[in-house]
């Protein structure tokens, strides 16, 4: 099970993907004399990433028409990705790692009981997912191992939820 291309996309589509949706990094001339160079690979997927996703949050709203736009997405995401779960699921998983890297901010985590449970919510779906295709594909080491760490994050949503009410005076402490 692998979630490489094989067709593996280089610097410099990645680069003109950018320049097309008008959101291209400013490259140091200095540094980058030449544009863009192999090792800025994952930097510029991250920026073709945002943009991308800045697309999509501007094309779709919050509303009740907000899930015909999604069905659109998700059509398209589908269909790129394929038919088979293995990848679909690394792709998630991924997403949902990085979702909640983007929302880590450790000096708030007492200040923002809600969002550091946000974050264990987001750890805890790559989580359960992760242990999920670990045990469709036999390994069942894998699988305990994400359920442990699973666990732990379940135990951190509830403890910020229960955070959250208290600052909120819902509950005593």
């Known amino acids: 099970m692998s979630s490489s291309s094989e067709n593996r996309v280089g610097v410099g589509q990645i680069y003109s993907a950018l320049v097309a949706l008008r959101a291209e990094p400013v490259m140091d001339p200095e540094t980058r004399p030449d544009g863009p ?47 088979d779960e293995a990848p679909a699921y690394l792709v998630i998983i991924n997403r949902l790692q990085r979702t909640a890297v983007q929302m880590m901010q450790p000096e708030d985590e007492e200040k923002r009981p809600g969002q550091a449970a946000s974050v264990a919510a987001a750890i805890a779906g790559a989580d359960l997912l992760a ?43």
């Open 37 to 83: 160079q192999p090792e800025d690979r994952l930097r510029l997927l991250g920026a073709l990433l945002a943009a991308v996703e800045l697309e999509i949050t501007a094309a779709t709203r919050i509303d009740d028409e907000f899930y015909q736009g999604f069905t659109g997405v998700i059509g398209g995401w589908a269909e790129t990705v394929g038919a």
């Open 131 to 173: 242990a999920q295709l670990a045990a469709d594909y036999g390994s069942l080491d894998g699988a305990r191992h994400s359920l442990n760490r699973a666990e732990g994050s379940l135990a951190n949503i509830v403890v910020g939820m229960h955070v959250l009410r208290v600052g909120l005076g819902d509950v005593e402490d």
